[in-house]
């Protein structure tokens, strides 16, 4: 976003259609955890902050709605999300981009709301932890194939933080019995850096997390791994899905990353003859406005838009009246 007086007016606009998106906004809401008043005023306090500059104010509201969809706390002492500016070029254009990065606790909180699990915890292991001295009982071992078992337990007096981590673990347990593990799984520290911190649009970054609390995000990729294997609440598994990696986002041998643009071999034309849209089409403040009926069909990013773009048969104008109606009815603000 701008400064002085126009930043002043980007966050009137945004606070409008905030104010327009009450009630789509209070439903996906848990609202004993996390008051309205309050969400809104805390993504316009995120929207005020430096990092912010230049971000289009469709990006913001987009990761609005997304952020309450999950149901997830925006407060940045909830460490539940995270908004992560970046930059994206294609076609040789560079845009500002926000990424939504859900965090270890906030897949932890969803883990816990769906009602079947005492508690769902990650943990990293460390270079120095393999294997299991005998005398001690100090160390890690994961034996898989037709019998499983997971078994990890910590010096408490070794200072870790400067050991090499080589993978992290996810625990379920369960809420008729919390000593009880019910799934596990761990995941391989190559796996990790190759296929989900190498496919995040913001590990450039140096304010991302995978840069700041990288053992923190270690965490949270096995806690999502093993969030796909058991059963979930709807606001977990859209937490998944906006957390997803995509094909098209993971990094190939070279470290090298490939992007999917709009042109494809779809035809130019609609079913009844409309010329396509694409997301070109739409300035920031129109999808800002669109943000709250794109959340209701579950497109949240570029990719689901272009998607949504390419089955989509009615004209610019239709698209532009729907979004305005999930919004309550206000029009765009000029």
């Known amino acids: 976003m701008a400064n002085d007086q126009s ?15 009450s009630e789509r906004l209070k439903a996906m809401l848990p609202a004993d955890l996390i008051p309205l008043d309050r969400f809104k005023a805390c ?3 995120l929207a005020r902050r430096p990092e912010m500059e230049d971000i289009p104010l469709s990006e913001i509201g987009i990761a609005a709605m997304r952020i309450a969809g999950m149901g997830l706390d925006p407060e940045p002492a909830m460490q539940q999300v995270a908004l992560i500016p970046f930059n994206e070029t294609r076609n040789q254009v560079t845009r500002r981009k926000l990424e939504v990065v859900v965090m270890y606790q906030g897949l932890q909180e969803l883990g816990y709301r ?23 009982e100090y160390g890690f071992e994961c034996i898989e194939g037709s019998v499983r078992r997971l078994y990890h337990k910590r010096d408490p007096l070794v200072d870790y933080t400067n050991q090499r981590m080589i993978g ?3 625990v379920a347990t369960s809420r008729t019995d919390p000593t009880k593990a019910v799934a596990w799984i761990f995941v391989p520290g190559w796996q990790i850096l190759r296929f989900h911190k190498a496919a995040s649009k913001s ?32 606001q977990l598994a859209k937490a998944l899905q906006v957390d997803q990696v995509h094909p098209d986002d993971i990094a190939d041998g070279e470290g090298k990353r490939w992007t999917t643009i709009d042109a494809d071999s779809s035809p130019a034309n609609g079913s009844n003859g409309i010329p396509r849209l694409k997301t070109s089409d739409f300035s920031n403040e129109e999808r800002l406005v669109l943000s709250a009926h794109l959340a209701s069909k579950d497109v949240h990013n570029d990719r689901q838009f272009t998607q949504f773009l390419k089955r ?11 979004g305005n109606a999930d919004n309550g009815g206000p029009k765009l603000v000029k």
């Open 7 to 21: 930043d002043d007016r980007a966050i009137a606009l945004l606070s409008k259609q905030l104010d327009a998106s």
């Open 312 to 322: 989509w048969d009615g004209t610019k104008d239709d698209l532009m009246a729907l």
């Open 168 to 170: 992290a673990y996810a």
């Open 114 to 136: 769906s009602g079947d699990y005492s508690h769902i915890y990650g943990e990293v292991v460390y270079e120095k932890e393999l294997g299991v001295d005998t005398s001690t």
């Open 203 to 234: 590990a450039g970054n140096p304010k991302s997390p995978w840069n700041t609390n990288e053992p923190e995000m270690w965490k949270k990729t096995a806690v999502r791994c093993l969030s796909k294997s058991i059963r979930k609440s709807a």
């Open 43 to 45: 993504i316009l306090t």
